[in-house]
């Protein structure tokens, strides 16, 4: 993680995100449309984990 990273703020984000998709899934949403949503906050994950460019 990038020094600057609101771990806490973070962290509520993907639990967020998990109860969102867990809601989703028991209310039949579409295995692909979820899996399209953990893609996505996966790749967010990795992109804070990068080093930034330099200035």
């Known amino acids: 993680m990038r020094p600057?990273?609101?771990l806490v703020?973070?962290?509520?984000?993907y639990e967020g995100?998990?109860?969102g998709l867990s809601?989703?899934?028991r209310d039949g949403v579409?295995?692909?449309?979820?899996?399209?949503?953990?893609t996505?906050?996966?790749?967010a994950w990795d992109a804070n984990c990068r080093e930034p460019a330099p200035a």
Do not use: C, M, R, Y
Not at 9 to 13: E, H, N, R, S, Y
Not at 40 to 43: E, K, T
């Open 4 to 6: 600057a990273t609101d």
């Open 40 to 43: 996505q906050a996966l790749l």
């Open 17 to 19: 995100l998990l109860v």
């Open 9 to 13: 703020g973070l962290a509520t984000l």
């Open 23 to 25: 809601i989703q899934a």
């Open 30 to 38: 579409p295995a692909g449309a979820i899996d399209a949503a953990i």
